[in-house]
């Protein structure tokens, strides 16, 4: 999937943005319900769309461009949330978004969204166990975190497959 610069650029910024996001919903909204009774850190959604998001930006930018853009969400988040979250948050990201790159680059000869289904498999857990313990000492919501970042994962690679399909039928 060919992305253009200026959207390559939008996306690191969406990234970007994404990391305090999910932070600041922790913050303010506590935990909120994602689908057959369970319910998750507020922030789950943004994360989700963060395990996205990183790998479209890495279809338009360098591994070191996406590295950059996790501290630079990770140092908003020290500003814009408690300190203990901010921890939590910025360890789980880099596990998760190392776990992913792992999956991701080897699998990207594959295909776009086999990449992004995988990877983000791996991310979520990664972020979801790590978070959970050091954020709340317990794993209370983990089934929750699990079911509401799997909610965006499909989510964007259902959008994605339809704009290819569409792009296709156009061609």
Same mark, same amino acid.
């Given at each position: 999937?060919?992305? /253009?610069?200026?959207?390559?650029?939008?996306?690191?910024?969406?990234?970007?943005?994404?990391? /305090?996001?999910?932070?600041?919903?922790?913050?303010?909204?506590?935990?909120? /319900?994602?689908?057959?009774?369970?319910?998750? /850190?507020?922030?789950?959604?943004?994360?989700?769309?963060?395990?996205?998001?990183?790998?479209?930006?890495?279809?338009?930018?360098?591994?070191?461009?996406?590295?950059?853009?996790?501290?630079?969400?990770?140092?908003?988040?020290?500003?814009?949330?408690?300190?203990?979250?901010?921890?939590?948050?910025?360890?789980?990201?880099?596990?998760?978004?190392?776990?992913?790159?792992?999956?991701?680059?080897?699998?990207?000869?594959?295909?776009?969204?086999?990449?992004?289904?995988?990877?983000?498999?791996?991310?979520?857990?990664?972020?979801?166990?790590?978070?959970?313990?050091?954020?709340?000492?317990?794993?209370?919501?983990?089934?929750?975190?699990?079911?509401?970042?799997?909610?965006?994962?499909?989510?964007?690679?259902?959008?994605?497959?339809?704009?290819?399909?569409?792009?296709?039928?156009?061609?």
């Amino acid at each position: 999937m060919n992305i /253009p610069a200026s959207a390559g650029i939008a996306t690191l910024a969406a990234y970007v943005a994404t990391i /305090p996001a999910a932070n600041l919903a922790v913050t303010h909204f506590g935990a909120v /319900p994602v689908g057959f009774g369970y319910a998750a /850190p507020a922030g789950v959604y943004m994360v989700g769309l963060a395990l996205v998001l990183r790998d479209l930006a890495r279809e338009s930018a360098d591994r070191g461009a996406v590295l950059v853009a996790i501290a630079v969400g990770t140092v908003l988040s020290y500003f814009l949330a408690a300190p203990a979250l901010a921890a939590a948050s910025a360890a789980a990201f880099a596990v998760a978004e190392t776990m992913d790159f792992a999956v991701y680059e080897p699998l990207r000869k594959r295909g776009l969204l086999i990449a992004m289904l995988a990877s983000n498999a791996v991310g979520l857990l990664a972020d979801s166990l790590l978070f959970l313990k050091m954020a709340f000492g317990s794993f209370e919501y983990l089934p929750g975190q699990i079911l509401g970042k799997v909610w965006m994962t499909l989510a964007a690679i259902t959008a994605l497959a339809l704009i290819r399909r569409r792009k296709q039928m156009a061609a």
